[in-house]
């Protein structure tokens, strides 16, 4: 989760949150599949009676696990510590693994929210969201967001709210 619920204020209710779409995950995915075929290929394919065999076998090893890292675990690392949490006062933007950065944008300082989404992310349900704020940031693009039009309809719904001076459609 994005925002403990302890760090919610009085009255603030959390409403949806979420990891980018796992459309992220694809190439860090086929990128596992292909080190882990070639590893095994190499391990396969050095000759048993060659005399530095153990080596180049640890070294295939070692190799293979730090393609693996850099190319499926961080990935997966970096998708799984990005989050997004809605809530009825703000929109919370949480990324970074070992460092941690938190963007919060109050919902009575929201001024535009739009989305846009091509065919491919269309099928998949995703697209990427603009948020223009008053604030010294001002737009922010949020690319790869999960079921982008029911969070687009939930934020607009939430600045219409706090517009009208409505807190929780109240």
């Known amino acids: 989760m994005t925002l403990p619920d302890h760090h919610l204020t009085q009255g603030e209710r959390r409403v949806r949150s979420f990891h980018p779409h796992w459309k992220r995950l694809v190439a860090p995915f086929v990128a596992l599949v292909l080190i882990a075929a070639a590893v095994g290929a190499a391990l396969y394919f050095i000759p048993a009676g060659w005399e530095f065999a153990f080596y180049a076998r640890i070294a295939t090893g070692v190799i293979g696990l730090i393609l693996l890292t850099i190319w499926s675990f961080v990935p997966y690392l970096q998708w799984k510590n990005t989050g997004y949490a809605l809530t009825t006062h703000r929109f919370t933007i949480s990324t970074g693994v070992l460092n941690k950065s938190t963007d919060e944008i109050p919902i009575t300082k929201v001024n535009t929210v739009s989305s846009d989404q091509t065919f491919f992310e269309r099928l998949l349900g ?34 219409e709210d706090a517009s009208d001076g409505e807190l929780d459609g109240r």
Do not use: H, M, N, Y
């Open 126 to 159: 995703c697209g990427t969201l603009t948020v223009e704020s008053a604030s010294d940031r001002g737009e922010i693009v949020l690319r790869d967001i999960p079921k982008i039009q029911d969070v687009r309809t939930e934020l607009f719904r939430l600045v």
